[in-house]
């Protein structure tokens, strides 16, 4: 009886901290000027964007971007996307997300020049920034994004925690023994910020959000904002202090998994699922293009020495550039069942799975 008493407890509390965000976030939108014809919203098939898209109440053009080929997919990102529009009514459009229309390596020299080598992330700039060019020509001078920091996923340790936001050390990596001295000599080079370490007396989740937003959230997710702002202005109403601050305040039950604003998103969502697959072709892809290959092999091998990369480590990217790029059977079956991983097994149990090999040493 107690067990349920605090399970409907917590359920009525979520629904007021779901009414308070609702609140807050009105507030921080109306305080915008975000004109129709100047602020457009990407739309995905997740539950950021979706949410934005409810408090924006279809005030702006929507667009999603993707391989024209994955609308055949019902679960991925530009399928929802497109039954979400539909649904909100939204102004809406699909954009094809196609590597091969720029050479490779003016692929590579804007997206190093617009991240400034911030992220490694280049799946969703294959094209050249093309996209953003396109939109800029349609009129779009400045975009909504969904960064938030509402919870993040359930984590079981502390190093699980530090991978899974990217707050990576040098130590927490299982490398090739061939590669051991080089990674010792860089682990013992970096320092571990104070901040990143969990503190005594700190529970686990809060440790793992408070990683989210100090770390993931002002490094990782900003590189990719700073990405598109060489073309675009960006806003992100998530991110406001009173939204923040919020959020900061609920418990650690309501924020693991996004618990209460997923639920508060599900609840208007019209039965319309989340997307269970991206849009975007894997970086990969690109990555081992015979073209891209070739293009990094070249540059490196231009490298002047010493460049500040430990000798083993480069030698070890070269052979692996050339495996990589050689289409090797090994490397083509290991990309269908990935694939095929991903097509078949539901998405809570690969959730599961990432979470056991979270607990393990990560791969280099």
Known sequence: PRHKADNGSLLRRSVDWEREL????????????????????????????????????????????????????????????????????????????????????????????ASECRTENIAGYVDGMQLWQDLRALGIR??????????????????????????????????PQRLKSAFEAIASQQTIPSWIVQDSGESLPDYRDRLYRRFRCSSLLAALTQTKSGYVDVTNPFLADPVVELVSQMPAKLRTDKKMFKRYVTARSHGIPFAERSSERPSSDFL???????????????LPSPVGVEPEILEFVMENRD??????????????????????????????LAIRQLSQPQRV
């Open 22 to 113: 609702e609140q807050r976030l009105g507030a921080v939108i109306d305080g915008l000027d975000l004109r129709p014809a100047d602020w457009g919203l990407p739309l995905s098939g997740g539950v950021d964007s979706r949410g934005l898209a409810l408090a924006l109440g279809g005030s702006l053009p929507a667009f999603t971007w993707g391989a024209e080929s994955s609308r055949a997919d019902p679960l991925s990102d530009l399928s929802v996307a497109c039954r979400v529009a539909a649904k909100l009514q939204l102004d809406h459009c699909s954009l094809d997300l196609t590597a091969g229309r720029t050479p490779a390596g003016a692929v590579l020299d804007r997206f190093v020049a």
């Open 288 to 302: 081992r293009d015979l073209e891209t290959s070739r293009v990094l092999r070249d540059q490196l091998s231009a």
């Open 323 to 352: 495996v990589a790029g050689s289409g090797s059977g090994g490397s083509e079956r290991g990309r269908r069942v990935i694939a095929t991983v991903r097509r078949t097994v539901p998405h809570t149990l690969r959730r599961e």
């Open 142 to 175: 400045g975009i909504v994004r969904g960064d938030e920091v509402f919870g993040w996923v359930r984590r079981t340790a502390p190093p699980a925690s530090r991978v899974s936001t990217g707050a990576v050390f040098a130590g927490d990596l299982l490398v």
